[in-house]
């Protein structure tokens, strides 16, 4: 069981360049997410798509854009990357919304560095 | 803010000793989950507690809520050096579909 997949693990942008982030579930669910984790910090919401067709701004969606491709995909993108988006990034997926009692599972992470 | 705020942010103890973090939140929850973090990895789903429910266990987890308190705690006993790790809380409400985590709480267990 695959679960949760993210490509790429690694990559390193130079300023201004563009990059989408890869996101790839699995096990049939509904809602998919997208985190940042900065060092020590916990972990913030960029974007959440409840289901296909729907996308939502979380805590910190400013510079990315995303894409729910189909129910399997959920892609990020940075059109111009700036080293404050240098950090680890993290994908989730959940049966369903929050508030239904599921739970959600992560991917292994991106690290984004911008230099 | 609808994120939950744990407490304390870090916390070391020996092998063997029970570790207790805290979660507090603002306003009325549907359900209120603890995930587990190892170091550079993704969070792990530990426990998930309804908002009737006052009390859950799962192996070496014990999870309270306290609903008047606004409030959960997790107990973990007996601790191992392979619990290490940033433990976060994550209340979810009922007008929301989103998933959001606090700072989280660092534990280290020595060996």
């Known amino acids: 069981n695959a679960g949760v997949t993210q490509t790429p693990k690694f990559q390193v942008l130079k300023t201004g360049q563009s990059m989408t982030l890869q996101c790839a579930q699995d096990?049939?669910?509904?809602?998919m997410y997208w985190y940042r984790q900065d060092p020590g910090m916990g972990l913030r919401l960029i974007y959440y798509?409840?289901?296909?067709?729907?996308?939502d701004k979380g805590e910190v969606p400013n510079g990315y854009n995303v894409s729910r491709l189909n129910k399997r995909e959920f892609s990020l993108r940075l059109e111009s990357a700036a080293p404050s988006q240098t950090s680890v990034y993290f994908c989730?997926?959940?049966?369903?919304?929050?508030?239904?009692?599921?739970?959600?599972?992560f991917g292994q992470g991106t690290r984004l560095t911008v230099v | 803010s609808q994120q939950g705020e744990e407490d304390p942010q870090a916390l070391s103890i020996q092998e063997g000793e029970n570790a207790t973090m805290n979660c507090s939140y603002k306003?009325?929850?549907?359900?209120l989950q603890w995930y587990r973090q190892n170091s550079g990895r993704g969070l792990v789903h530990l426990i998930l507690?309804?908002?009737?429910?006052r009390e859950k266990h799962s192996g070496r987890l014990r999870v309270t809520l306290d609903t008047s308190k606004k409030s959960s705690s997790l107990l973990i006993t007996a601790s191992r050096a392979a619990d290490t790790a940033s433990y976060f809380c994550?209340?979810?409400?009922?007008?929301?579909?989103?998933?959001?985590f606090g700072q989280g709480t660092e534990l280290s267990v020595k060996p």
């Open positions: 989730a997926s959940s049966p369903s919304k929050a508030r239904l009692n599921t739970e959600a599972f």
């Open positions: 096990m049939n669910h509904n809602s």
């Open positions: 798509s409840a289901s296909e067709g729907t996308t």
């Open positions: 306003t009325s929850i549907n359900n």
């Open positions: 507690i309804r908002s009737n429910e």
């Open positions: 994550a209340p979810t409400y009922n007008q929301g579909g989103k998933l959001i």
